[in-house]
């Protein structure tokens, strides 16, 4: 079966809308996904960026939230401006990684959710447990995440992300490597992985 | 006839592949093309950049001169990247701005693909007018282009560009002022132009 992988900051909000697409997509093709929670803000911090470039630029940070707003109403998946934006992401990218692989994907849509559509904060651990039961995931996730092996794989994840390349989010990497950038590429990425790109 | 706007900088690779394909996809939709050739290094310069940022950022460049090679190859367009990137646009974009509206698409056209399928330079005032001659334009453009007049509208519509919100290239602007940027824009925008978004 054709794999793809799909590394995201869980406070990006063109991840949001892969997140929500990616599934069926996939489905469609019969290629599994293989889900890299991983941390944005270090990889930014070496290209000299202190904050996102939606904050840095903006003439890009008007067009990026008008942008989201007008596709976020395509797909009907409603959409809010976190505040602050970005969110802290560290405690459920940690929490992503403590779940099993299966479970992974659903937790991170999860995320996504209550964060651009319901407006709820990301860096709260009781919103992470209620989140966790709504999914009927274990909530021992979230003693798990402060472990020093879960601490030690998000960094090891962000190190092998900024090593193949990825200086954003979302990416899609195929399994012959191919890095394809941005939620506009979800779809190519996909075809790419099964020949047909 | 609804109208769409097209922004490009005459060294954007990204508006080359745009420019390729506009002229069929908004004829499919009965839209009127109006070209907009400005200069994204004052724009760049006010964003503390000195250069592209295919050049300022490695991996950034790496990817997106990978990618470009991806996109050409499926377009049936040939790709090589330009010694020096990014090429000097100026002259260029003033001829652009020299000829008829009606003929400036075709010219514009005829720069990025000298460009970015022959490897040649466009800063020449010489191989300007052999494109000219091929195209059947006027040669008198390469002369109006070093008038005050086209001097002060390519000025005016690079501040028009920065006054619009636009940050990068290719543009594409709706006549309600909706902004799309880049080439993975260029359909939506069109299909926006119609009110089929």
């Given at each position: 079966?054709?794999?793809?992988?799909?590394?995201?900051?869980?406070?990006?909000?063109?991840?949001?809308?892969?997140?929500?697409?990616?599934d069926?997509?996939?489905?469609?093709?019969?290629?599994?996904?293989?889900?890299?929670?991983f941390?944005?803000g270090?990889?930014?911090a070496?290209?000299?960026?202190?904050?996102?470039?939606?904050?840095?630029?903006?003439?890009?940070?008007?067009?990026?939230?008008?942008d989201?707003?007008?596709?976020s109403?395509?797909?009907?998946?409603?959409?809010?401006?976190p505040?602050?934006f970005?969110?802290?992401?560290?405690?459920?990218?940690?929490?992503?990684?403590?779940?099993d692989?299966?479970d992974r994907?659903r937790?991170?849509?999860?995320?996504?959710?209550v964060?651009?559509?319901?407006?709820?904060?990301?860096?709260?651990?009781?919103?992470l447990?209620?989140?966790?039961?709504?999914l009927?995931l274990?909530?021992t996730?979230?003693?798990?995440?402060?472990?020093?092996?879960?601490?030690?794989?998000?960094?090891?994840?962000?190190?092998?992300?900024?090593?193949?390349?990825i200086?954003?989010?979302?990416?899609?990497?195929?399994s012959?490597?191919?890095?394809?950038?941005?939620?506009d590429?979800?779809?190519?990425?996909?075809?790419?992985a099964?020949?047909?790109?």
């Open positions: 079966m054709p794999k793809i992988e799909f590394w995201c900051d869980l406070a990006s909000p063109y991840s949001h809308l892969s997140a929500m697409r990616i069926t997509l996939a489905a469609a093709r019969d290629i599994a996904v293989d889900w890299h929670p941390l944005l270090p990889i930014f070496e290209q000299g960026f202190k904050t996102s470039p939606f904050n840095l630029y903006p003439a890009k940070g008007a067009y990026l939230w008008r989201l707003e007008r596709l109403a395509r797909e009907r998946a409603g959409f809010r401006r505040e602050p970005p969110q802290n992401s560290i405690l459920a990218a940690r929490v992503a990684l403590a779940l692989a299966a994907g937790f991170i849509q999860g995320v996504f959710r964060q651009f559509c319901d407006g709820q904060k990301i860096d709260d651990k009781a919103a447990g209620v989140l966790l039961d709504a009927s274990p909530r996730a979230l003693e798990a995440a402060q472990s020093d092996a879960v601490k030690a794989r998000l960094r090891a994840e962000t190190d092998e992300a900024k090593a193949r390349g200086f954003g989010a979302p990416f899609f990497v195929t012959d490597r191919e890095l394809f950038w941005g939620n590429r979800l779809v190519e990425a996909l075809d790419w099964i020949g047909r790109y």
